[in-house]
């Protein structure tokens, strides 16, 4: 056919033509080995909802990816993300296609990385959420398939935290990827070739938690789209994934031009080009090149039919290329690396926050946005947090209850899975499109009602009540219902590993009552009109003892007090009244002096002075060491562009004021209301000065108190709590709260990476928008400090936060926002939210002794003790305590204050703790058939301390875990395990890479042995893992004592 003959001759020469290029016989000798990943970056949720998603695109990529890996063997493909995995799994794949999967993994054709159920993001979440949705998933993946992640994927998070590269040398990675940081630092490190080094993140854990950490070059984890010879973009054959439904005909938009003989010089050339650039950026041969980018792979038949061609035709000429190209998973490309056996830099406890992309775009707008989303996801964990530790102590001491721990083990698995969604980087950041914020919420508030139920089965029956019925205050709120008459029995959880004394506040229908405890002893609490003034607000002061929860009746004065047969409750005790006084309302002066009429409000820690010519606070006193400073709180705004054409904008994700904040009030209201307990200081700030008393915008409800003789003060005497309200915003508005204070601080602000360690902010100067990248996220606790003397800001939600003056905090508080940009109008993500929110903060002042308690009370905060509350029905109101808390005496707490119960869980896995055993069972299908194993218990242990930071309490901590954990039952065996569970500690091992500060440094494996006695010694930071197995133990039924 001569046809074919010239086809042939033609194409031949058109190659060679495309092989005399400048420069490809470079690096002949050796030459760059190219480890081509393909992936599909998969949202869960962002701009689509999962729903949504896995119709029109997610269920295909492993649907069609498992499909052609099975055809042709040198195709390989890493998973990340487990929450699309796993709904596939379970509702598309069939026997067949799951069969094939185990094949695959098998084979290490299919290689699954990260392993979380998202792709977490970075900046504003807590550490126990990272820890629970990386569990999550790592434990599916284990039970299913025997399979451990060892290496994380982490390339759309926006910005790098220090605690990450930890968490994941905990869970037993070997390598950690990221890509998002600093425009102006990634430049500079591909210039000098540092994208790779390794990461000793915690300054106390150093080299024993260190990982080799990759950073993307500037193309990040997609191809580059640009061909030269095309109009379309490169390397995406199946195009553009479509919503809601995939196209009948299987044409998506913007699908590369195919590989053909035509094409695949040009084709050759741009990948080539691109391998080599960035091999240029790196010190080994070894390319990393990752093939996919969001929502790619829905049809993996044509991408491969494409590349098949493209990367044989690359390495027929590798000599003419220098370039050879392989499928990869990135395990293999790490391990290339790892071989080389190059020395390392060493990164110590840096982070990359904050995150710009260009000059005018720094990524710090979302730390704040969307903050009513953020509440609900820290309230929702702390909801698990307690059912979690409350479930698991009702079967060690309630074993044949009779709640069926079936359900309530399913109820709990709902709020794990919601809670881990919603950690995803556009989840929790506020950066998702209003329809996906539903469903977020949606699924929160579905597994928070879900826990509740289970709460409440534990407590009615455990307590003797099954026939009152009990509910639950708002998930973010600690009001109740309001109660007409009768009794209100409201009972009340600490789920914290210590004892505390603390005040709860309910909501009540009426100004006289009196509280008792359930033995019928007087309770002190104070009632006072609440800020709607149609209800009462119930201040109870409670002791709890860890992990236990106590009953207490509240009763309206008017109602009869049946008296029981010891004579208890004869006097009808009251509450303390709390009195309201109403100052006049004080328009802002613009003098920078204004009068200086001082009231003083006081507790045993802090004197706070006001001033009455401003309705505005003008100094805290620390009463331990009688320093005083002076500070102001206002309200602020800054104005956004919402126009492209005149500037840069601010939107979910980016922080672009137009200049410098405006104060947002002209006039400011005050009330003040005395108590016996509790002292609330009340300002409404208005817009304008003849607005209705209702009509404020902002307000801030500061509360101190006092502690009664024969209770702990310590950690509630410390703190001053402080509720705002704000808006709703008027649009292109962002809302912040500035503290000025007479500190002298050099603009120098602490805040933590996820509650987990603090960082040292210094004050940066840039060429482009200093104002916006001077912004940090704060997860739990900031501080500022002069000499020996702090402020502590303490937040149950994260926030932005800076320090834009010397001496100065701001706290971005809300967000409403509407810009032109066409890619955030075709995403409906304006960010356009009009609601009001609420956080609280608790401010602490004094020395670094005195302040040393802000790990404890931060998550104090965080994790409030849980109310439930409801009627009281039956003859017996009173019943002896199943806690038998002495009134006189606080029992000794179940950890010392510098060690913290992180989880105190039955997770319910069917796997066996025994690697080898493990895998057996998943082979004979008996890992399918078994039951949730609920004799496991799962216990971490974190040290909340770093190194130096305080004389005593960063010692290192002996424990003895059977002694410890007697109160729950009698330990049987106990193992020390991964972070996430799945590797027992003592057999795993982590890869060791040569650095720069290699001298005198022991590269083996360490291990860690528990003794006989179940004796550890916790050192500083440290975060120990383990799985207990008690004896069974006979049912109790009465004196359960949590």
Same mark, same amino acid.
């Given at each position: 056919?001569?046809?074919?003959?010239?086809l042939?001759?033609?194409?031949?020469?058109?190659?060679?033509?495309?092989?005399?290029?400048?420069?490809?016989?470079?690096?002949?000798?050796g030459?760059?080995?190219?480890?081509?990943?393909?992936?599909?970056?998969?949202?869960?949720?962002w701009v689509?909802?999962?729903?949504?998603?896995?119709?029109?695109?997610?269920?295909?990529?492993? +649907?069609?990816?498992?499909?052609?890996?099975?055809?042709?063997?040198?195709? @390989?493909?890493?998973?990340?993300?487990?929450?699309?995995?796993?709904?596939?799994?379970?509702?598309?794949?069939?026997?067949?296609?799951?069969?094939?999967?185990?094949?695959? *993994?098998?084979?290490?054709? *299919?290689?699954?990385?990260?392993?979380?159920?998202?792709?977490?993001?970075?900046?504003?979440?807590?550490?126990?959420?990272q820890?629970l949705? *990386?569990?999550?998933?790592?434990?599916?993946?284990?039970?299913?398939?025997?399979?451990?992640?060892?290496?994380?994927w982490?390339?759309?998070?926006?910005?790098?935290?220090?605690? +990450?590269?930890?968490?994941?040398?905990?869970?037993?990675?070997?390598?950690?990827?990221?890509?998002?940081?600093?425009?102006?630092?990634?430049?500079m490190?591909?210039?000098n070739?540092?994208?790779?080094?390794?990461?000793?993140?915690?300054?106390?854990?150093?080299?024993?938690?260190?990982?080799?950490?990759?950073?993307?070059?500037?193309?990040?984890?997609?191809?580059?789209?640009?061909?030269?010879?095309?109009?379309?973009?490169?390397?995406?054959?199946n195009?553009?994934?479509?919503f809601?439904?995939?196209? @009948?005909?299987?044409?998506?938009?913007?699908?590369?031009?195919?590989?053909?003989?035509?094409?695949?010089?040009?084709?050759?050339?741009?990948?080539?080009?691109?391998?080599?650039?960035?091999?240029?950026?790196?010190?080994?041969?070894?390319?990393?090149?990752?093939?996919?980018?969001?929502?790619?792979?829905? /049809?993996?038949?044509v991408?491969?039919?494409?590349?098949?061609?493209?990367?044989?035709?690359?390495?027929?000429?590798?000599?003419?290329?220098?370039?050879?190209?392989?499928?990869?998973? *990135?395990?293999?490309?790490?391990?290339?690396?790892?071989?080389?056996?190059?020395?390392?830099?060493?990164?110590?406890n840096?982070?990359?926050?904050?995150?710009?992309?260009?000059?005018?775009?720094?990524?710090?707008?979302?730390?704040?946005?969307?903050?009513?989303?953020?509440g609900?996801?820290?309230?929702? /964990?702390?909801?698990?947090?307690?059912?979690?530790s409350?479930?698991?102590?009702y079967?060690?001491?309630?074993?044949?209850?009779?709640?069926?721990?079936?359900?309530?083990?399913?109820?709990?698995?709902h709020?794990?899975?919601?809670?881990?969604?919603?950690q995803?980087?556009?989840?929790?950041?506020?950066?998702?499109?209003?329809?996906?914020?539903?469903?977020?919420?949606?699924?929160?508030?579905?597994?928070?009602?879900?826990?509740?139920?289970?709460?409440?089965?534990?407590?009615?029956?455990?307590? %003797?009540?099954?026939?009152?019925?009990?509910?639950?205050?708002?998930?973010?709120?600690?009001?109740?219902?309001?109660?007409?008459?009768g &009794?209100?029995?409201?009972?009340?959880?600490?789920?914290?590993?210590? %004892?505390?004394?603390?005040?709860?506040?309910?909501?009540?229908?009426?100004?006289?009552?009196?509280?008792?405890?359930?033995?019928?002893?007087?309770?002190?609490?104070?009632?006072?009109?609440?800020?709607?003034? =149609?209800?009462?607000d119930?201040?109870?002061?409670?002791?709890?003892?860890?992990?236990?929860?106590?009953?207490?009746?509240?009763?309206?004065e008017?109602?009869?007090?049946?008296?029981?047969?010891?004579?208890?409750?004869?006097? %009808?005790?009251?509450?303390?009244r709390?009195?309201?006084?109403?100052?006049?309302?004080?328009?802002?002066?613009?003098?920078?002096?204004?009068?200086?009429?001082?009231?003083?409000?006081?507790?045993?820690?802090?004197?706070?002075?006001?001033?009455?010519?401003?309705?505005?606070?003008?100094?805290?006193?620390?009463?331990?060491?009688?320093?005083?400073?002076?500070?102001?709180?206002?309200?602020?705004?800054?104005?956004?562009?919402?126009?492209?054409?005149?500037?840069?904008?601010?939107? =979910?994700?980016?922080f672009?004021?137009?200049?410098l904040?405006?104060?947002?009030?002209q006039?400011?209201?005050?009330?003040?209301?005395?108590?016996?307990?509790?002292?609330?200081?009340?300002?409404?700030?208005?817009?304008?000065?003849?607005?209705?008393?209702?009509?404020?915008?902002?307000?801030?409800?500061?509360?101190?108190?006092?502690?009664?003789?024969?209770?702990?003060?310590?950690?509630?005497?410390?703190?001053?709590?402080?509720?705002?309200?704000?808006?709703?915003? =008027?649009?292109?508005?962002?809302?912040?709260?500035?503290?000025?204070?007479?500190?002298?601080?050099?603009?120098?602000?602490?805040?933590?990476n996820?509650?987990?360690?603090?960082?040292?902010?210094?004050?940066?100067?840039?060429?482009?928008?200093?104002?916006?990248?001077?912004?940090?996220?704060?997860?739990?606790?900031?501080?500022?400090?002069?000499?020996?003397?702090?402020?502590?800001?303490?937040?149950?939600?994260?926030?932005?936060?800076?320090?834009?003056?010397?001496?100065?905090?701001?706290?971005?508080?809300?967000?409403?926002?509407w810009?032109?940009?066409?890619? %955030?109008?075709?995403?409906?993500?304006?960010?356009?939210?009009?609601?009001?929110?609420?956080?609280l903060?608790w401010?602490?002042?004094?020395s670094?002794?005195?302040?040393?308690?802000?790990?404890?009370?931060?998550?104090?905060?965080?994790?409030?003790?849980?109310?439930?509350?409801?009627?009281?029905?039956?003859?017996?109101?009173?019943?002896?305590?199943?806690?038998?808390?002495?009134?006189?005496?606080?029992?000794?707490?179940?950890?010392?204050?510098?060690l913290?119960?992180?989880?105190?869980?039955?997770?319910?896995w069917?796997?066996?703790?025994?690697?080898?055993?493990?895998?057996?069972?998943?082979v004979?299908?008996?890992s399918?058939q078994?039951?949730?194993?609920?004799?496991?218990?799962?216990?971490?242990?974190?040290?909340l301390?770093?190194?130096?930071?305080?004389?005593?309490l960063?010692?290192?901590?002996?424990?003895?875990?059977?002694?410890?954990?007697?109160?729950?039952?009698?330990?049987?065996s106990i193992?020390?395990?991964?972070l996430?569970?799945?590797?027992?500690?003592?057999?795993?091992?982590?890869?060791?890479?040569?650095?720069?500060?290699?001298?005198?440094?022991?590269?083996?494996?360490?291990?860690r042995?528990?003794?006989?006695?179940?004796?550890?010694t &916790?050192?500083?930071?440290?975060?120990r893992?383990?799985?207990?197995?008690f004896?069974?133990?006979?049912?109790?039924?009465?004196?359960?004592?949590?």
């Amino acid at each position: 056919m001569p046809g074919l003959a010239a086809l042939v001759t033609v194409a031949t020469l058109g190659m060679l033509q495309c092989l005399r290029v400048p420069g490809a016989s470079a690096r002949k000798a050796g030459g760059i080995q190219a480890f081509v990943i393909a992936h599909s970056h998969m949202d869960v949720g962002w701009v689509y909802t999962v729903q949504e998603s896995m119709h029109a695109y997610a269920a295909n990529v492993y +649907t069609t990816v498992v499909e052609e890996l099975v055809k042709g063997k040198q195709h @390989k493909f890493i998973v990340v993300e487990q929450e699309f995995f796993r709904l596939w799994w379970d509702k598309v794949a069939t026997d067949a296609q799951k069969e094939q999967v185990h094949k695959l *993994l098998d084979e290490g054709r *299919l290689e699954f990385v990260i392993g979380g159920q998202v792709m977490h993001d970075e900046a504003v979440t807590e550490l126990s959420s990272q820890i629970l949705q *990386l569990t999550e998933g790592h434990g599916f993946l284990y039970e299913t398939f025997g399979t451990r992640p060892q290496f994380s994927w982490h390339v759309d998070p926006f910005g790098a935290s220090a605690t +990450t590269p930890t968490v994941f040398a905990l869970a037993g990675f070997n390598a950690h990827l990221i890509s998002r940081i600093d425009y102006d630092e990634k430049e500079m490190m591909q210039k000098n070739k540092k994208l790779q080094f390794v990461w000793q993140a915690s300054p106390s854990l150093a080299q024993q938690q260190e990982i080799f950490t990759h950073i993307m070059d500037q193309y990040s984890y997609c191809v580059p789209s640009f061909l030269p010879f095309s109009n379309r973009s490169g390397f995406y054959w199946n195009g553009i994934a479509v919503f809601p439904d995939p196209p @009948k005909d299987g044409i998506y938009p913007n699908m590369s031009l195919p590989v053909t003989n035509e094409t695949i010089c040009a084709y050759a050339k741009t990948m080539v080009s691109n391998i080599k650039e960035r091999a240029g950026w790196f010190r080994s041969s070894h390319v990393l090149w990752p093939w996919g980018c969001d929502k790619q792979f829905f /049809n993996a038949t044509v991408q491969f039919k494409n590349m098949d061609p493209l990367m044989d035709y690359i390495n027929q000429h590798t000599d003419e290329f220098g370039v050879t190209v392989q499928y990869a998973t *990135l395990s293999e490309y790490i391990r290339a690396v790892h071989n080389a056996n190059l020395t390392w830099d060493v990164r110590k406890n840096q982070d990359f926050l904050p995150y710009s992309s260009e000059p005018f775009q720094a990524w710090t707008g979302f730390y704040a946005s969307r903050n009513i989303l953020k509440g609900l996801a820290r309230r929702a /964990n702390s909801f698990l947090y307690a059912c979690e530790s409350l479930f698991t102590l009702y079967l060690l001491r309630y074993p044949l209850g009779s709640v069926d721990k079936f359900w309530a083990l399913q109820q709990i698995q709902h709020l794990r899975w919601a809670v881990s969604e919603v950690q995803h980087h556009d989840a929790v950041t506020g950066t998702e499109s209003p329809k996906v914020r539903d469903m977020y919420m949606a699924h929160l508030f579905q597994g928070i009602w879900a826990v509740k139920l289970v709460m409440a089965a534990i407590f009615q029956e455990t307590q %003797n009540t099954p026939e009152d019925k009990l509910d639950f205050p708002l998930p973010y709120t600690q009001d109740t219902r309001n109660t007409e008459d009768g &009794i209100l029995q409201i009972t009340v959880y600490n789920p914290l590993g210590w %004892n505390i004394t603390t005040i709860i506040n309910v909501s009540v229908a009426y100004s006289e009552v009196s509280v008792y405890d359930d033995a019928g002893n007087t309770v002190p609490s104070q009632i006072q009109k609440s800020v709607s003034h =149609n209800t009462f607000d119930l201040y109870v002061l409670v002791r709890l003892n860890a992990l236990s929860y106590r009953r207490y009746l509240v009763k309206h004065e008017k109602s009869a007090c049946t008296k029981e047969p010891d004579g208890l409750c004869s006097k %009808n005790p009251t509450s303390f009244r709390g009195r309201v006084f109403t100052f006049d309302r004080k328009p802002v002066s613009k003098s920078k002096n204004p009068g200086r009429r001082l009231r003083s409000l006081m507790n045993d820690c802090y004197v706070l002075m006001l001033n009455e010519d401003t309705n505005l606070l003008y100094s805290i006193t620390d009463r331990s060491s009688q320093k005083t400073v002076k500070i102001k709180q206002e309200f602020l705004e800054y104005f956004a562009n919402g126009d492209v054409k005149q500037g840069p904008i601010s939107d =979910n994700y980016i922080f672009t004021p137009k200049g410098l904040p405006v104060l947002v009030s002209q006039s400011i209201g005050m009330e003040i209301v005395t108590g016996k307990l509790v002292t609330e200081i009340r300002q409404y700030f208005y817009s304008n000065t003849s607005a209705n008393e209702q009509d404020y915008q902002y307000a801030i409800f500061t509360r101190i108190y006092r502690v009664l003789d024969g209770y702990d003060a310590s950690m509630l005497c410390n703190r001053i709590e402080q509720e705002y309200i704000v808006g709703p915003l =008027n649009l292109n508005r962002e809302a912040i709260v500035s503290m000025t204070t007479d500190m002298k601080t050099d603009r120098t602000i602490y805040t933590d990476n996820n509650g987990y360690q603090m960082m040292k902010r210094l004050y940066k100067s840039y060429s482009n928008n200093t104002l916006a990248r001077n912004y940090y996220p704060v997860v739990r606790t900031a501080y500022i400090e002069e000499s020996d003397t702090r402020l502590v800001i303490l937040s149950e939600r994260a926030h932005g936060i800076s320090s834009q003056a010397d001496g100065q905090l701001e706290v971005m508080l809300h967000r409403r926002l509407w810009n032109n940009k066409a890619w %955030n109008l075709g995403y409906n993500l304006t960010l356009n939210d009009s609601s009001v929110v609420r956080p609280l903060f608790w401010l602490m002042l004094g020395s670094k002794a005195t302040t040393s308690s802000l790990h404890q009370s931060g998550l104090a905060l965080e994790f409030r003790p849980i109310i439930m509350y409801g009627p009281v029905s039956g003859k017996k109101t009173f019943v002896t305590s199943h806690n038998s808390q002495s009134n006189s005496s606080v029992s000794s707490g179940f950890l010392p204050p510098n060690l913290h119960l992180l989880t105190l869980c039955l997770p319910g896995w069917r796997y066996n703790s025994n690697h080898t055993m493990h895998l057996q069972n998943i082979v004979k299908g008996k890992s399918k058939q078994s039951e949730p194993d609920f004799r496991r218990i799962l216990l971490r242990i974190m040290h909340l301390y770093e190194v130096g930071e305080d004389p005593v309490l960063s010692q290192p901590v002996t424990v003895n875990l059977k002694d410890l954990l007697k109160v729950l039952g009698t330990v049987v065996s106990i193992e020390e395990r991964s972070l996430t569970g799945i590797w027992n500690i003592n057999t795993l091992k982590r890869w060791k890479w040569k650095t720069t500060q290699q001298d005198g440094r022991d590269l083996k494996n360490d291990k860690r042995w528990l003794t006989k006695d179940f004796i550890i010694t &916790i050192q500083p930071k440290e975060l120990r893992t383990f799985f207990i197995y008690f004896k069974e133990q006979e049912n109790y039924k009465e004196n359960i004592n949590f």
